[in-house]
């Protein structure tokens, strides 16, 4: 652990939840989850904001920060748990942003799930679907609220949602929260809550850019470092292939047959892109589906839900699905293009090897993209040395061509065991194309 120059207690030493002084409901919630240990950012985040500290905290990704900042919380709003039905003893107390719906949503469910035995509030709000039923929740009362700025906003204009009492803001991918696209919603926000408060900034990237700014939002703040800066897991495997644009389709399949890979997230840079690579694929009948900002956000769900089911083989995404998803066991992830900002390749990359899992991430790099490619080495201080493809001897036909083998390419077939998914049930009512239209910077993000 890196902690600036104030240092915290040396914390390390709890090897155990209960250690962590986390009360008796949050650790049987944990226990029915299967979390045994707390990961390195738990075990150093929790106590800190237990303590009242503000956080600067970056762990590389899928190593758990969504529990490392959502348990203290829940420890912390302990006192405030009350069965009453009166909306007035369930105020907004902790505020959790996050830069897309998909991960709005995703957070909530952890929080659903840390919180299951406590007699506590919470909901999500997000862009894209029916603003009533949201309404509604906020209106009964609840103490915790994940949200995408644009649509809190919206909330906010039209009062169903009073964020004075808020002693807790949490952003997860707090970079990408600062950045310049949602900048001007967060500090809108941020007028709307109290001046005194705890506030927590989670990501597995800081770029020292934007340290300043972050610090502009902070009380007297740590700043909590897990291993290496600007890291994916270490779980990782990060292969880069040369390949001419033109050939990219072929090498793609070639690699995803000859690796025997059953599910990869494909990314690409711009949604043009993304529909013409999932139209290409589909075509040669992969199953595959698209997400992307221009998608309903009905088509966007079930796109997402379809994939962690094990239905979909090859999920081709923009950015949108680069940050904070967690797809458990997912084995692979390519870069069909390379991403313009470093920090996206390390989020993209960290969709797989998570929680422990080993993972595979396969750059195909056009010599147009040598320059993205030496920005990546960069950040990531490494150097990523290109391999040759793999070779696609011609094999005598075996089980492994039948249709639904891993590798195949083809037909339908339920492709790995796969967690069910709760979806919320917010998210069932249709969607009105009239809904208040506040521009939800989340969009593509
Ligand atoms: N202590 C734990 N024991 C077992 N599994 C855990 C533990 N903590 C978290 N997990 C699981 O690890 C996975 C990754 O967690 P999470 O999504 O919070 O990672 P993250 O650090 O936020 O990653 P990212 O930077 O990509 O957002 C999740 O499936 C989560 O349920
Ligand atoms: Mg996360």
Redesign the pocket.
């Known amino acids: 652990m890196e902690i600036d120059e104030q240092n915290a207690p040396a914390l390390e030493a709890a090897t155990t939840f209960a250690e962590l002084g986390l009360a008796p409901p949050i650790l049987r919630a944990?226990e029915e989850?299967?979390?045994?240990?707390?990961?390195p950012?738990?075990k150093q985040a929790i106590p800190l904001v237990v303590m009242g500290r503000d956080l600067m905290a970056q762990?590389?990704?899928?190593?758990?920060?969504?529990?490392?900042f959502s348990l203290p919380l829940l420890q912390k709003m302990l006192p405030h748990a009350n069965t009453s039905a009166s909306p007035a003893r369930h105020p907004v107390r902790a505020l959790v942003l996050a830069p897309t719906r998909e991960l709005a949503l995703?957070v909530h469910e952890?929080v659903l799930a840390y919180s299951r035995h406590l007699p506590l509030r919470s909901t999500v709000v997000f862009g894209g679907v029916d603003m009533r039923p949201q309404e509604a929740a906020l209106k009964a009362g609840v103490e915790i609220l994940v949200a995408t700025p644009g649509r809190l906003l919206d909330h906010a204009g039209s009062r169903s949602v009073q964020l004075s009492q808020v002693q807790f803001l949490v952003l997860?991918?707090a970079d990408r929260m600062l950045d310049m696209g949602f900048l001007p919603d967060l500090k809108r926000i941020l007028d709307l809550l109290p001046s005194q408060r705890q506030t927590l900034l989670?990501?597995?990237t800081f770029d020292d850019s934007i340290v300043g700014l972050a610090r502009s939002f902070l009380r007297n703040p740590l700043k909590v470092e897990v291993a290496r800066k600007n890291t994916a897991a270490e779980s990782v495997e990060q292969v880069v292939h040369k390949v001419r644009e033109d050939d990219k389709l072929e090498a793609l399949v070639r690699v995803v047959k000859t690796r025997d890979i059953a599910q990869a997230l494909v990314f690409t840079r711009t949604k043009l892109a993304a529909d013409r690579l999932g139209r290409r694929l589909q075509r040669r009948g992969v199953q595959a589906a698209i997400i992307h900002g221009d998608k309903a956000q009905v088509e966007r769900l079930s796109a997402l839900e379809g994939f962690k089911q094990g239905k979909v083989q090859l999920l081709v995404a923009t950015d949108i699905a680069a940050?904070?998803?967690?797809i458990?066991e997912l084995p692979c992830v390519f870069n069909y293009e390379l991403p313009y900002s470093p920090e996206d390749y390390v989020?993209r990359i960290?969709?797989t090897g998570?929680?422990g899992a080993s993972g595979l991430a396969v750059s195909l790099v056009a010599p147009e993209e040598d320059r993205l490619l030496a920005g990546i080495e960069r950040f990531i201080k490494r150097d990523l040395k290109a391999v040759p493809l793999p070779e696609s001897a011609p094999r005598p036909r075996t089980r492994a061509d039948a249709p639904g083998h891993p590798g195949s390419l083809a037909a339908p077939r339920s492709l790995t065991r796969r967690r069910q998914e709760p979806v919320c049930a917010l998210l069932l009512p249709p969607l009105r194309d009239d809904a208040p239209g506040h521009p939800d910077p989340g969009k593509d993000a």
């Open positions: 944990l989850m299967g979390y045994s240990i707390p990961t950012i738990q762990a590389q990704t899928g190593t758990g920060k969504t529990a490392a995703q952890s997860d991918e989670f990501s597995a940050r904070g998803i967690d458990v989020h960290g969709r998570r929680a």
